[in-house]
């Protein structure tokens, strides 16, 4: 299969929003490249050794949003209407300024989308310890520094996201050694790969997607993990028979409300349900499950136009 590659001229304010519509006509996730945000890592002490200031020079002055999506029948009438939804991103329609909103596409063979992404994709620090690096970057870690070494293919999950992010930040204050991890939709394994390196003594990843089993088993050998993680094919918490005494679940709002009144069952007491991939306009109806549900959220982390909530 041929894809086409779609990126939206835009900028910061709107490049969430802009995401949001690309996903809609079809795209599976999107890359956000915004000058800002690099410049802000560059100028961070604890980041600006993994960011190469010649990279952030030569960025646009926009914000560029880019995604792939499937060539098919139904591309043409997708792109249409992809263009009439920017084009409705005035001002007065929402209240801000959303830059250019312009769209271009370009044809790409599947095997070079493949791997077109990958020169984006550099080592970067999430909380304290953590660093998350592709295998193809090289990276002079430090005594204290834990790396999980990542190779997403086909399977969400490279940390990037701001979802992924806030789940691999809170995983580091909310996990204690020893401590066993339950990943609900584990993607690429990420998440509990993290765990493994922050001291779990156990952590399970299940998700329904066999792409995504096969590549978090991948990187579970990659990084020599296999007698801490592992992972199942299974949809959310069905046939499962574990108690964990962290609950990891970054998936949608309505998987999350959905996993609110069956997750107790599945943790430890005074365990933690870590929640993410929350939108904000979504926040109310998730605490609301989980208060209905019994729990009471104690922390929560917001990125953009995304929550992740910690409840116990």
């Not at 779609?6 to 999107?30: F, H, I, K, P, Q």
């Not at 430090?142 to 789940?167: K, L, Q, S, W």
Request: hydrophobic letters at 45%.
């Amino acid at each position: 299969m041929d894809w086409l590659k779609v990126t939206v001229r835009t900028n910061t304010a709107g490049a969430d929003m802009v995401s949001e519509a690309l996903m809609r006509a079809g795209a599976s996730g999107t890359l956000i490249e915004d000058r800002m945000d690099a410049q802000a890592e560059l100028e961070n002490p604890a980041k600006w050794d993994m960011v190469d200031p010649a990279l952030v020079e030569a960025m646009d002055e926009d914000v560029l949003v880019h995604a792939y999506l499937p060539q098919d029948a139904s591309t043409l009438e997708r792109v249409a209407s992809l263009r009439a939804t920017l084009e409705a991103l005035t001002p007065d329609a929402i209240g801000f300024d959303a830059g250019a909103r312009t769209l271009s596409v370009e044809n790409v063979r599947e095997e070079d989308w493949a791997e077109n992404w990958k020169r984006y994709y550099k080592p970067f620090r999430a909380g304290r310890r953590l660093v998350v690096k592709p295998v193809w970057e090289p990276f002079a870690a430090g005594p204290d520094d834990r790396i999980v070494e990542i190779d997403p293919g086909m399977a969400f999950g490279n940390g990037t996201h701001e979802t992924t992010y806030m789940c691999l930040e809170l995983l580091e204050s909310c996990l204690r050694p020893g401590d066993t991890v339950l990943d609900v939709g584990t993607g690429s394994g990420i998440l509990a790969l993290a765990a493994a390196r922050l001291g779990a003594s156990h952590a399970l990843g299940v998700d329904i997607d066999p792409v995504a089993v096969r590549v978090a088993r991948e990187n579970i050998a990659r990084n020599g993990l296999e007698s801490v993680v592992e992972v199942r094919q299974g949809d959310l918490l069905q046939g499962l028979n574990v108690q964990a005494d962290v609950v990891l679940a970054n998936i949608i709002a309505d998987a999350v409300i959905l996993l609110s009144g069956a997750v107790r069952a599945h943790l430890k007491q005074g365990g933690a349900f870590l929640c993410s991939g929350i939108i904000r306009d979504r926040e109310a109806d998730v605490r609301a499950a989980l208060q209905a549900a019994g729990f009471a959220v104690e922390r929560a982390e917001y990125r953009g136009e995304w929550v992740a909530l910690v409840a116990r």
